[in-house]
């Protein structure tokens, strides 16, 4: 049994591979760079994480839809992924949270999916080959030729070069309060987030943690957040090239100049590391799933964490360093992959600043990482205390 009207579909990659289905969401064609995802949970908050935008994600978990969709899951106001690619869609969703299924989710949001695909062949591909330009394309639009629609692939520009977080961030600044997360005094802090993509879990930990939070858009200038007085500025995750990001790098230096606490996460991270002077690079295929095992050099610890990017910041591992723009001091690599020894976290020695590649907010995904949270908090308090 399938879902309903669905239609013959296809996924074609830009080395010419093809592979064929049937519709899943709206009917029609989309492009973008094909990726991968190993969790076998948190579909909802995959789809929803801004950081997914121009790409098409293909689960690596059979079967996807079981627990249908809610209101409450969603990172983002909206789904932001080009395509969805899965093997078996669940034609009925069973869940006491459940209100809607992921297929009409899919519908009401225009989003062109594929299902009934070998998607373990899929990722085994882009595994060996790295992430590739793709196209999805059901009912008419997979009766065209697949010369033409792989040229349609191709033509499509490349994920390297791309500037998003515009794109995605909040239009209007917003306040998230501790009261409204369960946190019963007074706020202790005050933190500016940049919305460069932010899931909406992340907010939600500092303000649990007494902090107002003022989220604002990725377009913010560094007067406009010092006038909102802040303890401490917040960078967050976000999709396309680091490269790009010369603005927010150059507010970032204007932040560290400033000597506020800094927390960056993610696209944050790769800002940080590109301030500090050090280069961005796009891995071969990323790291995207809830089960990236992360070493943490300060305890020795193995933390099991969440994960999606593409790109990572090329710093040396295993040695503090003078920073490349010798004015912010010396800087350590303080977390690493333990898959590929990619670069997952910074931190500067002499300054109440640090970053992580990796995902604390775990929506979804394990715990482990929470209490880099409280380390931001802890910053926070000592630069109270040091005026």
């Given at each position: 049994?399938?879902l309903k009207n669905t239609e013959p579909a296809i996924l074609v990659?830009?080395?010419?591979?093809?592979?064929?289905?049937?519709?899943?969401?709206?009917?029609?064609?989309?492009?973008?760079?094909?990726?991968?995802?190993?969790?076998?949970?948190?579909?909802?908050?995959?789809?929803?994480?801004?950081?997914?935008?121009?790409?098409?994600?293909?689960?690596?978990?059979?079967?996807?839809?079981?627990?249908?969709?809610?209101?409450?899951?969603?990172?983002?106001?909206?789904?932001?992924?080009?395509?969805?690619?899965?093997?078996?869609?669940?034609?009925?969703?069973?869940?006491?949270?459940?209100?809607?299924?992921?297929?009409?989710?899919?519908?009401?949001?225009?989003?062109?999916?594929?299902?009934?695909?070998?998607?373990?062949?899929?990722?085994?591909?882009?595994?060996?080959?790295?992430?590739?330009?793709?196209?999805?394309?059901?009912?008419?639009?997979?009766?065209?030729?697949?010369?033409?629609?792989?040229?349609?692939?191709?033509?499509?520009?490349?994920?390297?070069?791309?500037?998003?977080?515009?794109?995605?961030?909040?239009?209007?600044?917003?306040?998230?309060?501790?009261?409204?997360?369960?946190?019963?005094?007074?706020?202790?802090?005050?933190?500016?987030?940049?919305?460069?993509g932010i899931k909406a879990a992340t907010p939600r930990h500092l303000?649990?943690?007494?902090?107002?939070?003022?989220?604002?858009?990725?377009?913010?200038?560094?007067?406009?957040?010092?006038?909102?007085?802040?303890?401490?500025?917040?960078?967050?995750?976000?999709?396309?090239?680091?490269?790009?990001?010369?603005?927010?790098?150059?507010?970032?230096?204007?932040?560290?100049?400033?000597?506020?606490?800094?927390?960056?996460?993610?696209?944050?991270?790769?800002?940080?590391?590109?301030?500090?002077?050090?280069?961005?690079?796009?891995?071969?295929?990323?790291?995207?799933?809830?089960?990236?095992?992360?070493?943490?050099?300060?305890?020795?610890?193995?933390?099991?964490?969440?994960?999606?990017?593409?790109?990572?910041?090329?710093?040396?591992?295993?040695?503090?360093?003078?920073?490349?723009?010798?004015?912010?001091?010396?800087?350590?690599?303080?977390?690493?992959?333990?898959?590929?020894?990619?670069?997952?976290?910074?931190?500067?020695?002499?300054?109440?600043?640090?970053?992580?590649?990796?995902?604390?907010?775990?929506?979804?995904?394990?715990?482990?990482?929470?209490?880099?949270?409280?380390?931001?908090?802890?910053?926070?308090?000592?630069?109270?205390?040091?005026?």
């Amino acid at each position: 049994m399938s879902l309903k009207n669905t239609e013959p579909a296809i996924l074609v990659l830009e080395d010419g591979s093809v592979f064929e289905g049937r519709s899943y969401g709206v009917v029609g064609s989309t492009l973008g760079e094909a990726v991968f995802t190993t969790g076998m949970t948190g579909y909802q908050e995959t789809l929803t994480d801004p950081s997914y935008a121009r790409q098409i994600v293909v689960q690596t978990f059979p079967h996807i839809g079981n627990t249908g969709v809610n209101d409450e899951d969603n990172e983002s106001r909206a789904i932001w992924v080009a395509g969805y690619a899965v093997r078996d869609a669940a034609r009925v969703p069973s869940n006491y949270r459940s209100q809607r299924s992921l297929d009409d989710q899919l519908v009401a949001e225009g989003i062109v999916g594929i299902q009934g695909i070998d998607t373990r062949a899929v990722t085994r591909l882009l595994r060996d080959r790295g992430s590739m330009k793709a196209g999805i394309f059901s009912g008419d639009a997979a009766q065209r030729s697949q010369a033409d629609l792989l040229t349609e692939v191709r033509e499509q520009p490349p994920m390297a070069g791309a500037r998003l977080a515009e794109a995605v961030t909040t239009e209007q600044a917003y306040v998230v309060e501790p009261a409204e997360h369960g946190y019963q005094q007074d706020p202790q802090y005050t933190v500016v987030a940049v919305d460069l993509g932010i899931k909406a879990a992340t907010p939600r930990h500092l303000a649990s943690r007494g902090v107002r939070v003022h989220v604002v858009p990725a377009t913010t200038t560094f007067d406009e957040i010092q006038a909102l007085n802040p303890d401490g500025v917040f960078l967050s995750n976000g999709p396309g090239d680091p490269a790009t990001a010369d603005s927010q790098v150059q507010l970032l230096r204007q932040v560290l100049d400033a000597d506020l606490p800094f927390f960056g996460i993610c696209f944050g991270n790769q800002i940080f590391g590109r301030a500090l002077g050090f280069d961005t690079y796009k891995l071969p295929f990323g790291h995207r799933g809830p089960n990236q095992p992360v070493m943490d050099k300060a305890t020795g610890k193995v933390h099991i964490t969440s994960q999606n990017h593409g790109f990572a910041v090329e710093a040396p591992i295993g040695e503090v360093i003078t920073a490349p723009e010798a004015r912010y001091g010396e800087v350590e690599v303080s977390h690493w992959s333990l898959n590929d020894q990619v670069v997952e976290g910074l931190s500067l020695t002499d300054r109440r600043a640090f970053s992580v590649q990796f995902h604390p907010e775990s929506a979804a995904g394990p715990h482990d990482a929470h209490p880099l949270f409280d380390r931001f908090i802890d910053n926070m308090a000592a630069a109270k205390s040091d005026r």
